[in-house]
């Protein structure tokens, strides 16, 4: 399929001001205020006159807050006809809590509107343009969403019944998150996303996955998730393999401090989807648990993503005391865990401590903050907190303070180079005599992955 996408760049089209998501600045009727020129004047300003020319009253341009497309108007072929079709995210101001968009199609230099629709907020959350049925034209899928409200988004879904691209709205569905993912290896993307309801005596969420059977989008699969979750921070995928199929990882957000993931996927014998690691006696997930805000990643880079679940490892005994967790980094095997690495991280630092290197018998970490840095001090002896036991110090400290009173110093190891810091590392006497030096405290000290 042929296609162009122009997002980023059709930014220009709009005033500087409405950059981000939408604001209260109205869209004014004349075509030379609202581009900027050379940047795409000529090309789209049959686009713009055309949409200015469809609305009746004042309006502010929104555009989506994530994913591939961020620009209040998208231009793409969505029909693979080779001519353009333009989609345009927009509120009235007279109508402030919900949000529009308008689909305009260009032929022969003239940009006609197709259709509009009313939308289910008034804010965009993220526009997807993907082909779910496979006849050549692409859905719209929109989640909807009002601003400060956490989780109170709906996924709709938009189709063209033919060429003429006359959509209309097939699907509409609460969601908390949403993504289309190919879950069966079809070559077409299904929608995953996760719903909540409220019952008498309990909150319920459950993860439901639509995709096309025969000629209509329809639910082919769910399973319930811990319903604890006040909000979800990542969606990953890990990618099917000859032994396993597709997973997604959602990290789930369970209080200020408590985090877990979901994991699943589809059951190709079953025809079900999963997600192995919920608990239907319990009512919840709690073989992922952590005390973090700490996110799953591949965190050896070997293609299989690692889910961070902890413990504690030592309790505070101390003023510059804090209780430390060892998270062990851990692949699911279907629901076995299979045990990857074992760390401490320093999830405000954004480094960790490979214990499979350093060995995780009789250590204790102290944390020091003072001035404009911070560190982690670590011992050799779990119970003692003398200096003579430090095996190394890690260090955060300002970029500037890097360059002007530590760069010179060879006793300083750099770690990683941050937007406004430096992690470094300083190697105590213990620790040199422990066979520690600048080559192993690099595949000690690490970069926490995202």
Not at 161 to 176: H, P, Q, W
Not at 294 to 300: E, G, I, M, R
Not at 419 to 437: F, H, M, P, R, T
Request: hydrophobic share 40%; glycine share 6%.
């Amino acid at each position: 399929m042929k296609k162009r996408i122009i997002a980023v760049a059709a930014a220009v089209l709009l005033i500087a001001a409405v950059l981000s998501s939408c604001n209260a600045v109205p869209l004014i009727a004349t075509v030379d205020s609202l581009l900027t020129p050379p940047l795409y004047y000529s090309e789209y300003e049959g686009l713009v006159s055309a949409f200015n020319s469809s609305v009746e009253s004042s309006v502010v341009l929104c555009n989506p807050t994530e994913g591939d497309h961020l620009s209040a108007i998208t231009v793409s072929d969505v029909d693979s006809d080779e001519a353009e079709e333009g989609i345009v995210f927009f509120r009235d101001t007279l109508e402030e809590n919900t949000a529009h968009f308008s689909l305009f199609k260009n032929t022969d230099d003239t940009w006609k509107k197709m259709c509009d629709f009313k939308g289910y907020g008034n804010e965009v959350r993220s526009l997807t343009l993907t082909d779910l049925d496979g006849d050549g034209i692409e859905e719209l899928i929109v989640i909807w969403s009002y601003s400060g409200i956490d989780g109170g988004n709906v996924v709709a879904v938009y189709k063209a019944a033919d060429k003429s691209l006359a959509y209309e709205e097939i699907l509409f569905e609460s969601c908390e998150i949403a993504r289309p993912v190919d879950f069966n290896g079809n070559g077409r993307e299904e929608i995953f996303f996760i719903t909540s309801s409220k019952g008498e005596n309990a909150v319920t969420k459950t993860a439901k996955l639509f995709g096309y059977s025969g000629d209509s989008l329809t639910e082919i699969g769910s399973t319930p998730v811990d319903p604890s979750a006040i909000s979800y921070a990542s969606f990953k995928t890990e990618k099917a393999v000859e032994q396993a199929p597709l997973k997604v990882y959602v990290d789930a957000v369970k209080s200020n401090n408590m985090m877990i993931t979901e994991v699943f996927y589809w059951d190709e014998e079953s025809g079900e989807l999963q997600d192995p690691l919920y608990d239907a006696q319990v009512g919840a997930n709690t073989a992922t648990l952590r005390f973090e805000q700490l996110q799953c990643a591949d965190v050896n880079n070997d293609g299989q993503i690692e889910i961070p679940v902890q413990s504690v490892y030592s309790e505070p005994r101390g003023e510059d005391d804090v209780t430390m967790y060892l998270t062990e980094w851990t692949y699911f095997d279907y629901d076995k865990p299979v045990f990857s690495e074992s760390t401490f991280v320093n999830v405000d630092d954004g480094y960790l401590v490979n214990l499979g290197i350093l060995g995780k018998e009789k250590l204790y970490i102290r944390k020091h903050t003072g001035g404009d840095w911070a560190s982690w001090s670590v011992y050799t002896d779990s119970k003692s907190s003398v200096s003579g036991n430090v095996l190394f110090t890690i260090i955060k400290v300002p970029k500037e303070r890097w360059q002007n009173d530590m760069v010179g110093s060879s006793s300083y190891i750099t770690i990683l180079k941050q937007l406004d810091s430096v992690v470094c590392v300083n190697i105590n006497e213990k620790g040199k005599a422990a066979g520690l030096d600048e080559a192993k405290i690099k595949k000690i000290v690490t970069r926490l992955p995202s």
